[in-house]
């Protein structure tokens, strides 16, 4: 008992310096973010060194088990190597509001004519009409000089439908004879077209917010600022929250990096673009002679080239557009591969990291792909120990006792947890995490082992949107996978209880066990976002604002472009099934009443009990449907997910395993 008790002493003085220190501290300053930090990389570095020189040196050269043990200790390291860059980055974190709101004050005190021109680029190829509609209102409602802004729909699939619409809307639609270098050769086609001092870049998906040019072009007044990239935020679910039915209640996947990475990337000075929902100087595009086209992810490219020319890429956190999330996996899979792929081919161009002149040595190790090299081996891995151990009876290091293994191990992990629910609170839980992350190994470890091989030569692919995901789907492939895994880490423990049939023996046995069981549980997880469920395309924005029903009082609680929602105090009879709709800012909107149901719920007075809710459906056109896309699209209204509710996620899980999903 005493033994275990001493082998839980580094676990508890981790403990007590979570509880005593980061936990009663602000984790924005640089300050206490480099003492965590520091932390956790010497509880990594005490584990690796004890990895090293007692269960690695030791292990006798007898064949398989001393190869494996060798194999596995170099996935550690470098899974160490991912480890130290990431802590080094959120060592220290940048908030640049302020910073652009002093900007901004100058910046925009000069006379209107002395501003500079921009060019917003909205590039399309397949996308439908009520996907870039928004963006191209969204656009032309920017709070901008209307001789000073301009914007141009560069349209590679040479539509006329489209060309008629940009010009009911004064866009400028522009095509080119072939579609060569994808997005960037489209791009590169809008800059022979356009001359604006500033070229703005939205995806077809994505609305800017009227306000995006006021934040953003002031930070330009730094000569040596080439980029401002802005986060992307979503106003749609992603497939991962709508599959593991969180919607509402878990963030989206690409918050962890919009909303703490990226900051802390920025004060390095190692930020870099992301494509739509960023504006660059001409001049610096110019002296990169245009967009890149050697790689498939041309924004990470063009971050470098401008680097190598003495252009800084600055990110500005700040929510200044909306845009669509990949709707079903299969969407989510080629945006994600075609960024892998894309990193990993800028370790073989005369531009990136590893030959790109100007680069200091720390901006060339931060703009490695390792993320991409090293996180789907690492997990896959921790997939497959326990399996191997239980099968084969291969050890996975040369094992004394389960004390040391606990007083070396554990420290670590709760480290590593404790620093991440501390410095992203809002955006991570372990096992969630973890499953998330391991639902990805199947497709993308693939990838990355043929993008090493082969990285040139795979066509861009275009992320699809609007296509919605309106029927069940399935992802067999990666099903397969995890029930293999399941299976054989399942079977792996039977046998090994059975003593007739056990070939494993030692002190290793109840922490393979353990570990197990916890792979299982992150499969389970990881499964249940192989089924899609079928889901609406655009998602109604959450209001509480006062409108009237033929002349009936009433709080509009639910707004899409073609429909709303409406709690009114009492129960009211309508004489029509059409109604009138008057709504803020708008003329009288004519509705039909869908539904009316109830909902025990205080929405006006505090002695209301209850609510009844009229469902409205109505057709804007013209005019009237631009109005309602600024009203919505264009900075008044969010989707986001403050804050995590553990307990929610948790019943949520558990309702889904079921097939049933709880509605908020």
């Not at 539509?159 to 590169?188: F, P, Q, S």
């Not at 993008?451 to 995901?469: D, E, H």
């Not at 609680?557 to 709709?581: C, G, H, I, W, Y």
């Amino acid at each position: 008992m005493v033994q275990y008790l001493l082998a839980l002493a580094p676990t508890l003085l981790v403990l007590a310096f979570f509880l005593l220190g980061p936990f009663n501290w602000s984790r924005y300053h640089t300050w206490t973010r480099a003492v965590t930090c520091a932390f956790v990389a010497a509880i990594a570095l005490r584990y690796l060194l004890w990895r090293l020189t007692e269960t690695v040196l030791p292990y006798p050269n007898n064949g398989l088990g001393f190869y494996w043990v060798w194999f596995l200790f170099i996935v550690e390291l470098l899974a160490f190597f991912e480890v130290v860059i990431f802590l080094i980055l959120m060592s220290r974190y940048v908030d640049r509001s302020a910073e652009a709101d002093g900007l901004a004050q100058t910046f925009f005190s000069r006379d209107e004519r002395e501003l500079p021109t921009v060019d917003v680029f909205i590039p399309t190829y397949n996308e439908p009409l009520d996907v870039l509609e928004r963006t191209i209102v969204g656009a032309l409602s920017l709070d901008y000089p209307a001789d000073k802004l301009k914007v141009y729909v560069l349209d590679d699939q040479r539509r006329d439908w489209l060309k008629t619409y940009c010009e009911e809307r004064k866009a400028i639609h522009v095509t080119r004879g072939d579609n060569a270098h994808a997005k960037a050769g489209n791009m590169n086609n809008g800059l022979k077209v356009s001359s604006g001092d500033f070229v703005a870049i939205f995806d077809a998906d994505f609305v800017p917010y009227r306000h995006f040019l006021r934040r953003t072009l002031p930070f330009f007044t730094d000569q040596s600022i080439g980029i401002v990239q802005t986060p992307q935020h979503f106003f749609n679910v992603d497939p991962v929250q709508s599959n593991l039915g969180l919607e509402n209640i878990w963030p989206d996947e690409q918050r962890l990096f919009f909303d703490e990475i990226a900051p802390s990337r920025d004060v390095w000075d190692v930020s870099f673009c992301c494509g739509s929902c960023s504006i660059a100087r001409r001049e610096a595009i110019d002296a990169i002679g245009g967009f890149p086209t050697e790689s498939i992810t041309e924004d990470l490219l063009t971050t470098l080239s401008m680097l190598n020319k003495g252009y800084k890429t600055r990110y500005l956190n700040e929510r200044l557009s909306m845009g669509l999330a990949a709707e079903n996996l299969t969407g989510y899979f080629v945006q994600r591969e075609r960024w892998c792929q894309g990193g990993i081919q800028t370790l073989y161009l005369h531009n990136g990291p590893l030959r790109g002149p100007g680069l200091s040595l720390f901006q060339r190790i931060m703009f490695l792909p390792t993320s991409w090299l090293v996180q789907y081996l690492v997990r896959f891995t921790i997939l497959v120990v326990p399996i191997i151990y239980l099968w084969f009876g291969l050890l996975p290091l040369y094992f004394t006792d389960a004390e040391t293994y606990i007083s070396n191990q554990m420290p670590l992990l709760v480290a590593y947890f404790l620093l991440m629910l501390w410095i992203t609170p809002t955006r991570y839980l372990p096992v969630i995490s973890s499953a998330v992350g391991t639902f990805a190994i199947f497709r993308m470890l693939p990838t990355v082992a043929s993008s090493l091989v082969r990285p040139f030569g795979k066509a861009f692919r275009v992320t699809p949107k609007g296509s919605g995901n309106e029927a069940n789907g399935f992802d067999g492939y990666s099903f397969a996978w995890i029930v293999s895994l399941v299976v054989a880490t399942a079977l792996g423990l039977l046998i090994n209880i059975v003593p007739e049939t056990s070939h494993v023996n030692g002190q290793f046995s109840p922490i393979a066990a353990c570990w197990s069981g916890i792979n299982i549980v992150v499969l389970a997880i990881a499964s249940l976002i192989c089924f899609e469920k079928p889901r609406r395309l655009f998602h109604a924005f959450k209001l509480d604002e006062a409108v009237t029903v033929d002349g009936v009082s009433g709080r509009v609680v639910s707004l899409a472009l073609d429909k709303a929602v409406v709690a009114v105090p009492t129960e009211t009879l309508f004489q029509s099934r059409l109604l009138t709709l008057s709504l803020d800012g708008f003329a009288p909107i004519k509705t039909e009443l869908k539904q009316v149901t109830e909902r025990r719920r205080t929405i006006s007075r505090p002695g209301d009990k209850r609510a009844y809710y009229l469902h409205l459906h109505f057709d804007l056109q013209g005019l009237a449907r631009d109005s309602m896309i600024v009203k919505l699209y264009t900075g008044h209204y969010s989707q986001d997910v403050r804050d995590i509710d553990k307990v929610a996620v948790s019943i949520n899980l558990l309702l889904r395993t079921f097939g049933r999903t709880r509605t908020l």
